[in-house]
């Protein structure tokens, strides 16, 4: 469960009840101010109960009594809720308004079901409860039956504010959940309540479900507005805060990071700056991952920690082609100097994959980072101009706090043009290595060039490259040719001038 250690600051200026769950107290700001009635909204199986429950064991574990108040779901349901999650809720007094025969436990109120008795005989129930139970967090769940009693909004709107004003200096945080059941122009709870979270379950075409929260009010406070990714896993709910380009510390380009060749090395005038976002652009098969991953090996001999995310290759493929190609990349795997993170995008949000990034950095002290390919990253968001945005704020981050990243496209096709499947993400990298497959004397060669660097001078010149023994091999600039970067060249020369097949992976 991921709840807070320490207890709750709730008195003073600036007060915070933790809500348990990590994320979505960053995205609060530290909590919700105490004594205060919240609105969670959100359609049945969004997470309400879960958070809920996590908001009284917080409470809890701060030593702060806790009531849930259920007019839908039984008791015995909302323990097996909990059990799910390998909670216990035993401290945790619960107000069952459903009428269950012969219940005896100490712990529930057995009231008659809410369709058989007045509004007001059901609100007057609840408060007798909480001025016996004194408690200091509170939840209602939900809403929608306290509506269905009303029959009219009006009457509704004066028993939440009811609700509202016997709170008043009681000392009690109040959660009050709906499912959405109101027309979807009833605005009434968000005006009444102090701040309003929303939980959206959203469908995709393929994969699993998208999860997202966002905190749509909160009165006097400075909090995270917008749209953050959160997932249910056993042991309570999980938010992934958006990652703002200014959440790193600014600083200066340091030196240049080489990769073990002295001639990819030189292309580049001298390496790749730290701190910078490399784009390594190209067809299937022309050296894309190898590449990326000497530059990883090149930082792990240094001393450096390196991560790879794959969205593509499978990671046992990866490490079978590494190890015949003998980039020495063993070592550093069993020590944990390098590591690969196998990413599924149909099953890993891009809010998730963002924080575990920033977790790779600042837990795991991780200087390089390489996502292989933005293409799987692609489709795994919603909307082509989300990820523009989104890999924006990704990569000034990492700047800002002097992480080197390394991204790899994929050409649609074998032999597509570069620049158009490139042009979207492109300019977001201060560097990009183009490279490029092209025919001559009736066999498919590859050249690689520089075409971006904003960091410094680099050479223009094309050159012959290839995967062999030892990792990414680059040969001397293709000067007698002309349209290489068509596919078609033509040959000016006098000589053979091309690299020696011999050997060759």
Known sequence: MATTRERDNTSGPGARARTGIAGLDAVLGGGLPPDRLYLVDGEPGAGKTTLALQFLLAGEEAGERGLYVTLSET???LRGAAESHGWNIDHIRVLELSAIEGATSEEVYTLFHPSEVELQQTVDTVLAAIDRERPQRVVFDSLSELRLLARDPLRFRRQILTLKQF???????????????????????????????????LPTAYGAERRRIEVRKLRGVRFRGGYHDFRIRTGGIEVYPRIYASSG???????????????LDAILGGGI???????????????KTVLSAMYAAAACARGEKARMFMFDERRATFLTRARLLGLGLEAPLADGRFSIRQVEPTELSPGEFANEVVRSVEEDGVSLICIDSVNGYMHAMPAEQQLIVQVHELL??????????????????????PVDDAAEVSYLADTVILLRYFEF??????????????????????????????GFRVGEPLDDFTGVLTGVPQYRGASEPLMDTGGSA
């Open 75 to 77: 008791a015995d349901e």
């Open 273 to 287: 700056e730290r701190g910078t976002s490399t784009l390594v652009t190209g067809a299937a098969g022309t050296g």
């Open 396 to 417: 000034t981050y990492l700047a800002n706090r002097g992480v080197t990243t390394i991204m790899t496209l994929v050409q649609s096709g074998i032999f597509g043009s």
């Open 167 to 201: 709170f008043v200096g009681r000392g009690c945080s109040v959660m009050l959940l709906d499912d959405r059941s109101a027309p979807e122009t009833d605005l009434q709870l968000h005006s009444i309540a102090h701040g309003v979270i929303i939980l959206e379950q």
């Open 249 to 263: 510390i600014e600083r200066e380009l340091g030196e240049p990071l080489t990769s073990g060749s002295a001639e």
């Open 441 to 470: 004397a009736g066999a498919v060669r590859q050249a690689v060039s520089v075409v971006k660097k904003r960091s410094g001078d680099h050479e223009r010149t094309i050159r012959e490259c290839r995967v062999e023994e030892g």
